[in-house]
């Protein structure tokens, strides 16, 4: 309804559905790109983004200019006992990342 084409960034099973090469996403961008969404922990598999993943996304979004929406809804639900990362903790992140900051 609003006209927004997704072009999806595809996780494979066979590399524990790491998040694939900077290079890789960026590629994927183009004149008419103005953001980039992550969801996590990633639905439906489970992942969750380690803080290193979540920063070189928000490099890349200040690198072209772009907005990251962040989908952050279960992100308390660890089973590891760590704390979650949220990406408005991410370094310089605040003047590019749609999302809701959260006090643990």
Known sequence: MAGVKLIPILLSIENNFAMPDI???????????????IINPDNP????WSEKELSAIVGLAKRRG?????????????FDGKKPI?????QDSAQNV???QFQL
């Open 45 to 48: 598999t489970g992942k969750l």
């Open 66 to 78: 772009l907005f990251v929406i962040s989908d952050e809804t279960y992100r308390e639900i660890r």
């Open 23 to 37: 290079r890789l996403i960026e590629e994927k961008i183009s004149k008419r790109t103005k953001a980039i969404v």
């Open 86 to 90: 949220c990406l408005l903790a991410c």
């Open 98 to 100: 749609i999302g809701q």
